[in-house]
C-alpha cells in the first residue's frame, strides 16, 4: 500500500525555522512534492525532489530525503508570519496520481 | 495562479442532485486529474484523463463520472448527491508525458445540504 504520514501540528517563533516531516512507505515513489495551502485556497506546489537526490535546496527552503527510512523533510528558513497554512507532502505513485499526506499545519507567532 | 482554472468556485446543491464541476488544464498540458479534500478523507486521488482518455481511477464512487473533450478541458459529474460529498474538489494539470508535475486549480466547494 502507499501510506504517506505527516504530523497534525507545528508551531514556531517568526524568525525562527520549521522543519515538517513525512514518512511514506512506497519505495517505488519517483517524486516527492511539498505543497502550500492557505485557508480558503489552492494547493500551490513549492519544490519537488527527485527520488535520485539526497537534498535540494530552494531560497529559504530545503528539502531532505532518506530513502532507507522513507523520510521526507521541509526545512523553511526565517519562518514568516506569511508562511502559516496547511503543507502537504506527496508522492508520485505509478507515475500519475499523487498519494498525499494527512498535513501540517503551521502556525507562525510574531 | 498555476494556470489550471476551475469552475464554479461554490456551488451549494440539496441532496439527491447532480452537479457538474469544470476544469481547464494548463496551456499545453494534456493530462487532467481530479481530486477530493474533505475533512474525514484528506486528499484523495480520484481520476485522471491523459489526452482524453482515461488513464488512471482512484477512490471514485459509481455516481461519479469524468470525461475529457477535444480541446482538453474536463468535467467531473457528480450524481445522486449525498451530505458526504460535500468536500473540495481540486483539478491539476500535468505535462505532455502525463507523468510530470502536477499543478492544481483554485479548487471548487461543494456543499450538499
Known amino acids: 500500500g502507499e501510506d504517506v504520514e505527516q504530523s497534525l501540528f507545528l508551531s514556531v517563533r517568526e524568525g525562527d525555522s520549521s522543519v515538517i516531516n513525512c514518512t511514506y512507505t512506497?519505495?517505488?515513489?519517483?517524486?516527492l512534492y511539498w505543497y502550500k495551502q492557505e485557508p480558503g485556497a489552492g494547493l500551490q506546489l513549492l519544490t519537488y525532489?527527485?527520488?535520485?537526490?539526497d537534498m535540494k535546496q530552494d531560497q529559504r527552503l530545503t528539502v531532505l530525503l532518506n530513502k532507507k527510512d522513507k523520510h521526507l523533510s521541509l526545512r523553511i528558513a526565517d519562518t514568516q508570519t506569511g508562511d502559516s497554512a496547511i503543507y502537504f507532502c506527496a508522492e508520485n505513485f505509478a507515475g500519475n496520481m499523487l498519494t498525499f499526506g494527512g498535513g501540517t499545519r503551521l502556525m507562525v507567532k510574531p | 495562479d498555476s494556470g489550471v482554472t476551475q469552475t464554479p468556485k461554490h456551488l451549494i446543491t440539496a441532496t439527491g442532485q447532480r452537479v457538474t464541476l469544470r476544469c481547464s488544464p494548463r496551456?499545453?498540458?494534456?493530462?487532467v486529474y481530479w481530486y477530493q479534500q474533505s475533512l474525514d478523507q484528506g486528499l484523495q486521488f480520484l481520476i485522471q484523463y491523459y489526452n482524453g482518455e482515461e488513464r488512471a481511477k482512484g477512490n471514485i464512487l459509481e455516481r461519479f463520472s469524468a470525461q475529457q473533450f477535444p480541446d482538453l478541458h474536463s468535467e467531473l459529474n457528480l450524481s445522486s448527491l449525498e451530505l458526504g460529498d460535500s468536500a473540495l474538489y481540486f483539478c491539476?494539470?500535468?505535462?505532455?508525458?502525463?507523468?510530470?508535475?502536477?499543478?492544481f486549480g483554485p479548487g471548487t466547494r461543494l456543499l450538499v445540504l
Open positions: 525532489i527527485f527520488s535520485n537526490m
Open positions: 512506497d519505495s517505488s515513489s519517483t517524486y
Open positions: 496551456s499545453g498540458d494534456l493530462s
Open positions: 491539476a494539470s500535468s505535462g505532455p508525458s502525463g507523468r510530470e508535475t502536477q499543478y
